[in-house]
């Protein structure tokens, strides 16, 4: 029976409230995996937010124990009983309850549901598709969805607007401003570390930086209109302003709650300036949506961009790590190699 290294957490808890938790790195064989129909020779996993509440052991991401963690898999097939699958294949999957209800990329190994899986894109490497991950799967989804909002960057550069990225430093962010980028969109991005990231940021391809102090503090309901679209990952009072600033017939994304689940607006927005907001849940996108993504990701996104938001850690670095994507001292993508 196969013997592999994985990140394993561990908890006690009373009624959702965690008592007792562990997360470390274990030696564990293939009997420890959960069912599933295809078995990945996992190459590179990511460290995302959601990776970092469940190896901190903050609630709401981790629901079953012991729990794998690693919402992104990315490897090789070696072993399937799906016949679209065979081995040798290189594939992705993001979400699909990997890292929350089932075990996930943080391992040497994973057994998952073929339906859940995408074939890596030719053109990219199993590295750069982890660097991706489920934060530019999630950037790429909110793209689409202003284009299909009719968020068109030639019009929105003739009208002297741009489109706002909240949390700019962040996967999510970091990974939408470099697409926006390419694609023509004049992009701002919020951030609350101006003076460390505004290099970053314009190396991406943002044309103007602003701190998000002035978007995190309430807000009136109808603002000066500044965005034709909105890439948010933060929530709360961010989201509020963001939509209070959107242009008539604008189209705002919401991916994230950094700064929280609530959503402090009114309706004016929508009633009065036909605002709409678009929902993005990466978890449970259909596969046919998910291929046209990751299709997308592998022209719309720069090499050298994607190289430049990308730092690359060895397993065991990304227990420790954990903390610091929560204090917001990671920047960009974490890609985590389990074999080194």
């Not at 242009?247 to 927005?269: E, H, I, K, M, N």
Request: glycine share 12%; hydrophobic share 45%.
């Amino acid at each position: 029976m196969t013997d592999f290294r994985a990140i394993v957490i561990e908890q006690e808890k009373d009624a959702g409230r965690i008592l007792a938790h562990t997360a470390e790195v274990r030696r564990v064989t293939d009997a420890f995996l959960m069912p599933g129909d295809v078995t990945i020779a996992v190459e590179f996993s990511g460290l995302n937010f959601k990776d970092g509440l469940a190896i901190a052991g903050r609630p709401g991401v981790a629901r079953v124990s012991p729990l794998i963690p690693g919402i992104d898999i990315v490897g090789v097939v070696a072993e399937s009983a799906d016949e679209r699958w065979n081995p040798g294949d290189r594939v992705v999957l993001n979400g699909d309850g990997a890292g929350e209800s089932h075990h996930g990329g943080l391992s040497e190994r994973a057994r998952v549901r073929g339906d859940a899986l995408v074939r890596v894109p030719e053109s990219l490497t199993t590295e750069q598709a982890a660097a991706i991950g489920t934060a530019g799967f999630t950037a790429m989804l909110s793209v689409l969805a202003l284009e299909r909002n009719g968020v068109d960057p030639e019009a929105v550069r003739q009208a002297g607007l741009s489109v706002l990225v909240t949390g700019a430093a962040g996967g999510v962010g970091s990974v939408a401003i470099g697409i926006l980028a390419k694609l023509g969109y004049p992009v701002t991005a919020s951030t609350g570390r101006v003076a460390e990231q505004s290099d970053y940021l314009r190396g991406l391809g943002a044309s103007e930086i602003i701190d998000r102090a002035e978007l995190t503090d309430p807000g009136k309901p109808l603002q000066s209109q500044r965005w034709a679209g909105v890439v948010d990952a933060v929530g709360s009072h961010t989201l509020a302003n963001a939509l209070a600033q959107t242009v008539y017939g604008g189209t705002v994304t919401a991916c994230g709650l950094a700064q929280g689940s609530d959503l402090p607006a009114t309706v004016l927005p929508f009633i009065l300036r036909a605002v709409t907001l678009v929902g993005i849940n990466s978890v449970e996108a259909p596969p046919a949506l998910r291929d046209t993504a990751w299709r997308r990701l592998a022209t719309d996104l720069d090499a050298d961009a994607l190289a430049g938001m990308t730092t690359v850690i060895p397993l065991a670095d990304a227990v420790p790590a954990a903390e610091r994507i929560l204090a917001g001292e990671l920047r960009g993508r974490t890609v985590v190699d389990v074999r080194a």
